[in-house]
């Protein structure tokens, strides 16, 4: 592959640079590792922690970058992780410390945002116009309990759509969840770009697994097979394919009480779940909102209006 340039850093063809991307106008660093392969071939973009908290994801994409031998690669693969270095050392669940902004739902960012705004916009801007593919790998996060699932959303083109569904097919998580439109995830983002993206979550409440971390960086070195970029052939997994992805969100302020775990069956109107106040006496009852499987719980005590309580996958 030719010579790239992220910002400051220069990959020769056939090397391996680590380093920085800057967000313009402000302290906050993102890593890069831009793996420049010898021959000429595809470009797969991986970002683990956009949540800076959801360790498995962050510490598989480390050491895929770690692992990959230039010379032996057509094609380039770049790995942003952590992205948001900024939460990963504030220890900070969902948000970004500085504007208390979900990254995830900040895409394809603002130029003159505030910080979280100006993060989306610089990978988007900078990073992205390189590649053909996209991995972003999450996992629950610091109160959050989660079975594995892959995501993605469709693209103007069928074409995209069916590449998007073999790197799923490849990855080697056989739960995946289709939703509607969700405003602002890297997922929508590109999207609107005709990228394949894939959104592939292992790991869950601040632990590091290592099934998890194994999980995640062994669905990445899949992809790139896929992609030509590294050799060897791909698996191919049968998927279990969800449309709906619904949520179940808190209404009032109190302690939340699960009544389901995840991987649980759920039927549609099943009790979930109970908000309680400090004293004990239940406020609320909350019910699935389809038939399907519980893909993620809430797991913290505390619960604030409008928090998640928990994720279905629902046909
Ligand atoms: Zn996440």
Redesign the pocket.
Known sequence: MSTLQIGTLIAATGTKVNGFITVPNSPVQMPLTIINGAKAGKTLLITGG??GA?YPCIESAIRFGASLDPQQMSGRVLIMSPVSLNSFHARQAFVVPEDGKNL?RQFPGKARGTIAERMAFTIMSEVVPHIDAWIDL??G?LPEALIPFLGYEEAASPAVNAQTLDMAAAFGIELLVRPDHLAGTTVAAAAQLNIPCLLAEAGQLGQREESDIHLLQQGCHNVAQLMGIIPGTAPRTNLRIFENWPWVRAAHTGCWYPQVKIGDHVRKGQTVGVVKDYFGEQIAEYQSPADGIILLVMTALSVNTNDPLLGVAAD
Request: charged share 30%; no cysteine.
């Open positions: 956009i949540h959801e995830n999450h996992g996060d």
